[in-house]
């Protein structure tokens, strides 16, 4: 577990002591003509761990110190201390990213995050290619998460409202390297892994990262998450002008899906019959699904990229990726609690029941890409330039297979002490009837970083997006039922301006727009006219400005850096107060402050901490008669969050202790009195954890990660109506020995 994170001394020092070894070698040497002089090895300092010091990402065209807007990398080092296995877990470590429930009776499926207000679930990308489909991604084959904050629509194309991620995953490299682990922890969870780098020749490489686990969670009945994952990479030519890259990613998972438990008895919550209004919570582990239920995920992606060296700082690549996930599911939500017989409130609580109702999804997500692209440093007009500059093409489809409505009934369920045993009513197999929607996409991009001397640069980006989006559904019979079209340019720019004050420091400002086409986050067109999807209305247009400062400290171990933003969301449909007609001119308004600092205090202390305080409004935002307004908040957007995580290495120990803080989250944003809604909001919370391990040997560590250590009881998502919740893990903990061979 613990790594010898020891730098090597200075180039000073390394001076003084090849001077000192050479300057009596020398006096010796004139005296004795055959002496041998005394043999000094200079090592180059190793990579800071957490510290990361560019982006994988290619569009980026200078290093993170010198980028004109906030981005984060989380590396692997840091998901390693905290045993990370998901991304929701991963993205812990960055402020300002809440996660979200669902609808009223459904549940969200996979990794559902929204980032400073605005949601990210489209905006996942792997290795620079957006990532699709309803699945918990695991960190296993990730060699770093970057979180890119602000308007992005210049690097990505269409939406990135407020930023978004780019997973860089496990590549094959020059040298055997091998590695597993073993996981045991609570809620009877197992989990091995294995990382095989093998290099075949002088040029190429072969790597495997596999995992499997089976496990239940912490606090819930039934509940199961259990998965296989594979990443092959082949890598040929390295160190060499060409070099092709094949690699693929495979996910299975088959899990019980968890619906939640209902927020009677919480803080806020609210019901007319007094009784019920004062009735005690159930129990944290109550199930109230059926033992039925499942969530099937297969997820597979193949990549081929190849890249050549022109020479003079020119490197051309092109890389193409074919992705499919299909997601089946089958999950009991729980609706309305009854609490009536023969007409009259039931005294006896144990005897009141909740509604539940079947819900079925089967979606299918596939995806192809090409991108080209270039990258050139050169000298133009006595300015120097570094230039990224491509084309993408892009075709993806969604596709919702119908099931029917279930047969059977499904009975309610008794609301302190369900049964999942109960027979409930079933979908039969595929009716037949389909609907989806295709979008493709022909996009050309590009970036430049302009040198005007030490101090000063500029970099701009710009992407056109020729977008066709086709939403399709038919029924049972294969007749066309719904057939909306929609094709348009998009077009998304950035520029941002740096100065350095000093080598080791940058100031800098910057300006950044995306658009977000109709249908653009769910592939689906709408006929209404007060809808955002409806293909009649203009795309809605972010613009985001930041003001912010980068600084390498203690020898550039330590990175911190503090930033201002303001983002606007533009031409949200809302209704005119004098017309009563639908117009667009809602918006949403997000601002605030992020402060940051990543790298090492000393040789053998680490740290990761950020800090985001936010505030979040929507303007203009009417409906109904007369345009009321109706909105006033952003809904799940907390005002401060804080995360850290630090470790100390001591001998062969390594102490971590980690803290993240969530402010009040509100769900009530309509302005109405908080006390008649229903949950109005996710309650504030503190969360800690810690981590412990112990080098035994060079091959062999153990790490113990126990999390929630102070038992918080703490609701983690709330659905949108407020009558469901998933809390907190509870106090927990998993035992891990690593092993390299």
Avoid: C
């Avoid at 050169?378 to 993806?396: I, K, P, Q, W, Y």
């Amino acid at each position: 577990m613990a790594r010898n994170r020891r730098l090597s001394p200075r180039p000073s020092a390394q001076l003084l002591a090849l001077l000192a070894a050479v300057a009596p070698a020398a006096g010796m040497a004139q005296s004795a003509p055959n002496a041998t002089l005394p043999t000094v090895t200079v090592k180059e300092a190793p990579e800071v761990p957490y510290k990361a010091e560019k982006s994988a990402n290619d569009k980026f065209t200078a290093p993170l110190l010198d980028t004109p807007k906030t981005v984060q990398i989380i590396k692997k080092e840091v998901l390693e201390e905290q045993g990370a296995i998901t991304l929701m877990e991963a993205l812990r470590n960055t402020p300002g990213i809440t996660m979200q429930m669902g609808e009223n009776g459904n549940t969200s499926a996979g990794d559902t995050f929204q980032l400073r207000g605005f949601s990210l679930q489209q905006s996942t990308f792997v290795d620079g290619i957006r990532d699709l489909g309803a699945v918990t991604r695991d960190t296993f084959n990730l060699e770093q998460i970057e979180v890119v904050k602000g308007a992005a629509g210049a690097e990505t194309g269409r939406g990135a409202a407020s930023g978004f991620l780019n997973l860089v995953t496990k590549q094959a490299h020059l040298g055997d390297e091998n590695s597993a682990s073993v996981t045991l922890g609570t809620a009877q969870r197992k989990r091995v892994a294995a990382d095989l780098n093998k290099q075949l020749g002088n040029e190429s490489a072969i790597r495997i990262n596999a995992m499997v686990q089976d496990s239940g969670v912490d606090g819930r009945d039934y509940v199961e998450n259990t998965g296989q994952g594979l990443g092959l990479s082949y890598v040929t030519g390295l160190d060499t002008p060409t070099r092709i890259h094949l690699y693929s990613q495979h996910i299975r998972q088959k899990n019980v899906p968890d619906g939640g438990i209902p927020s009677i008895g919480f803080e806020g919550f609210y019901n007319a019959t007094p009784a019920v209004r004062n009735a005690p919570k159930v129990d944290r582990d109550n199930y109230y699904g059926g033992v039925n239920d499942r969530e099937k995920v297969d997820a597979d992606m193949i990549t081929a990229k190849i890249e050549h060296d022109l020479g003079a700082g020119t490197t051309v690549r092109n890389i193409t990726r074919v992705g499919q996930t299909h997601m089946d599911r089958t999950l009991t939500g729980i609706n309305a609690i009854s609490t009536t017989g023969n007409g009259a409130v039931l005294a006896n609580p144990l005897t009141w029941n909740i509604s539940r109702s079947r819900q079925r999804v089967d979606q299918e997500n596939e995806i192809f890409a090409n991108q080209t692209s270039v990258n050139t440093e050169f000298n133009a007009g006595g300015l120097a330039h570094s230039l990224a500059a491509g084309v993408e093409l892009l075709h993806e489809k969604q596709t919702s297979f119908d099931h029917g409505t279930a047969v059977g009934t499904t009975p309610p369920a008794n609301l302190y002490n369900p049964n999942p045993h109960e027979a409930m009513a079933n979908f039969g197999p595929r009716t037949g009837a389909e609907s989806g929607g295709t979008t493709n996409t022909i996009a050309l991009y590009a970036f430049d970083t302009v040198k005007f001397n030490e101090q000063w640069s500029l970099t701009g980006g710009l992407r056109l997006d020729r977008y066709k989006l086709r939403t399709r559904a038919n029924n049972a019979a294969g007749v066309l039922t719904t057939a909306l079209d929609d094709s348009r340019t998009l077009k998304s720019w950035s520029l941002g301006t740096t100065y350095k004050p000093a080598q080791n420091g940058s100031v800098y400002a910057a300006y950044a727009t995306s658009e977000t086409p109709p249908g653009g986050n769910n592939f689906t067109l709408s006929a209404q006219d007060n809808n955002q999807n409806n293909a009649a209305l203009d795309p809605q247009e972010t613009r985001s400005i930041e003001l912010g400062t980068k600084w390498d400290l203690l020898n550039k171990r330590l990175n911190v850096a503090a930033a201002i933003f303001r983002i606007e969301n533009d031409k949200q449909t809302s209704t005119d107060p004098v017309t009563n007609t639908v117009q667009q001119f809602g918006k949403t308004r997000v601002q605030g402050i992020e402060l940051s600092a990543v790298g090492q205090i000393t040789n053998f202390w680490q740290i990761s901490a950020g800090l985001a305080k936010t505030s979040t409004r929507q303007i203009d935002q009417r409906s109904g008669t007369n345009g009321v307004t109706i909105t006033d908040g952003v809904r799940w957007s907390p005002d401060l969050t804080l995360t850290l995580w630090t470790s100390y290495q001591l001998d062969k120990w390594t102490m971590g202790f980690g803290t993240r803080y969530v402010s009040e989250q509100k769900r009530v944003i309509n302005g109405a009195n908080p006390a008649t809604q229903n949950v109005p909001n996710i309650p504030s919370y503190w969360v800690a954890d810690a981590m412990l391990g112990y080098q035994i040997n060079d091959k062999v560590s153990l790490r113990l990660n126990v999390y929630n250590l102070f038992d918080e009881e703490y609701l983690s998502v709330l659905n949108n109506g407020g009558s469901r919740l998933t809390l907190g893990v509870p106090r927990s903990a998993m035992l891990t020995a690593n092993f390299k061979f």
